[in-house]
């Protein structure tokens, strides 16, 4: 939507009265629950029927149920949505589920930039992106046939890491490749896993400083994935490929850490670089968005990708995480979104952080 859609659609809205709402599904129990700490009204997007799991979760269910029959059905509900002063809240599945292109042309006021999806889900453009903000990636193989080394192939979109998987050779790639399927291919780097968790705001400045606004960093966490985190009990995966076993990605939760503090300098500096680069290049990413990384045992960072939203795993720190604590007490990426939107609206800022 254009800046003037946008404006004429908050101008309808009462700013008192304001509806958080997501689809109910990755990261909404926290989203949800910072909402209401904050004062909103929540609600839930679900399709088919009402999820049950919520009356499980009071503190973390939305104070009503929107149900649609599928995604792709959200956009016809747009003006009936807008009605209820609904601020839209992306998270990967939300995005993944309704598609990148169908939710860059919802009518429905967003929180962040919407135009970051064009660069997030294609990962050329990705590449570009971190390339240019000066940070060390993976080295990419263009031609598979050139793989000589342990690679990962990776689709593009955000999958939650199904269907990838490693290859050392050419013949190994040819075999487990999904054809008509977009991918690339990384240099598979040892070291350890870092997810990192910053929110950016573009109209406040009480943290680490940017051109424009600051950024904070909020959490931490690793990702539990199937089957390559648990594969080594059974034997080498040498051993095991050759019996047809094949190690695979998909994230089935995700793990708290915290790392060493002399490498907090990098973490930052690695974030600001992408904040500031993503002004250049389409306007700017706005709030919660996670930098992918491997630590080398030389303490480099390489960063193999970036979620541009909240990711869960900022799901840990529902109660706030050992950054965040430094911050304020009991603050989850959930809440912190809550907070930017009240900020926004108190101060007749909501166009600068909503697309």
Request: proline fraction near 4%; glycine fraction near 6%; charge should be neutral.
């Amino acid at each position: 939507m254009t800046k003037i859609d946008i404006s004429d659609m908050l101008t309808s809205y009462d700013k008192k009265n304001l509806t958080i709402a997501t689809v109910c599904s990755h990261s909404s129990l926290q989203i949800f629950n910072g909402a209401k700490k904050e004062g909103f009204k929540t609600l839930g997007i679900s399709v088919g029927e009402q999820k049950k799991i919520y009356d499980a979760f009071p503190l973390g269910s939305p104070d009503e149920h929107f149900i649609v029959d599928k995604y792709t059905d959200i956009a016809k509900y747009a003006e009936e949505l807008r009605e209820k002063n609904v601020i839209v809240i992306p998270h990967g599945s939300f995005v993944e589920y309704l598609g990148a292109d169908n939710f860059l042309k919802m009518d429905l006021p967003s929180f962040g930039n919407k135009k970051v999806l064009i660069w997030e889900s294609d990962r050329k453009k990705e590449k570009q992106w971190l390339e240019r903000a000066g940070l060390t990636m993976p080295q990419q193989i263009k031609d598979p046939k050139d793989i000589d080394r342990p690679v990962i192939v990776k689709y593009h979109g955000a999958k939650g890491g199904k269907d990838f998987f490693v290859a050392k050779t050419y013949k190994e790639f040819t075999k487990r490749i999904i054809k008509n399927k977009r991918y690339i291919i990384q240099e598979f780097v040892l070291g350890t896993r870092y997810y990192l968790h910053y929110f950016y705001s573009p109209i406040q400045n009480n943290a680490y400083k940017l051109s424009k606004g600051s950024l904070q960093l909020l959490s931490m966490d690793r990702r539990d994935e199937t089957t390559i985190d648990e594969v080594q009990r059974l034997g080498s995966i040498a051993e095991l490929e050759e019996l047809g076993i094949h190690p695979t990605f998909v994230v089935t939760g995700n793990i708290p850490i915290v790392m060493r503090e002399s490498l907090l300098p990098k973490v930052f500096k690695m974030g600001e670089a992408v904040v500031e680069k993503s002004i250049e290049l389409f306007g700017g990413i706005i709030g919660s968005f996670c930098l992918e990384t491997v630590v080398t045992e030389d303490l480099d960072f390489k960063v193999f990708e970036i979620s541009a939203r909240i990711v869960a795993g900022t799901n840990p720190y529902i109660s706030g995480s050992p950054y965040s604590e430094f911050i304020q007490p009991d603050l989850s990426t959930g809440r912190r979104i809550a907070q930017e939107i009240k900020y926004a609206a108190k101060n007749k800022l909501l166009e600068e952080i909503i697309t």
